[in-house]
């Protein structure tokens, strides 16, 4: 006579420890968001800056849009880190592809 054993009841991941830590990265990433980025998406104040080079409109919002795919992936970069789900040989090759460039141009004299 074979006996089951209950499983344990699977828990949500957002009541674990790694859970909890990318849901305060993503509440503490939304003052910044909320107070540089969302103007700029949004376009607040558009009769302020009617004079501009809409190439500036262009870099600017790129730089919105980039700075917001930071602060996702970085939040999901710690959670990734805490619980090491999806993290197989070979999957840091992006990483390292996107790395290189940022650390040379955030350690080069020549910025601008």
């Known amino acids: 006579m074979a006996t089951s054993v209950d499983s344990p009841q699977a828990r949500s991941w957002w ?10 990265a993503m509440i503490r990433a939304l003052p910044a968001w909320w107070l540089v980025a969302w103007p700029v998406l949004t376009v607040a104040d558009p009769a302020r800056h009617a004079g501009h080079n809409p190439f500036v409109y262009v870099y600017v919002y790129a730089h919105a849009l980039g700075g917001t ?14 619980t090491r789900r999806w ?15 940022a650390i040379l141009a955030s350690t080069t004299i020549a910025r601008g």
């Open 87 to 101: 993290l197989r040989p070979g999957c840091s090759a992006p990483a390292w592809v996107g790395a290189r460039p």
């Open 69 to 82: 795919c930071m602060l996702v992936f970085g939040s999901l970069n710690l959670y990734i880190g805490a």
């Open 15 to 24: 009541t674990t420890l790694p859970g909890a830590v990318l849901l305060v």
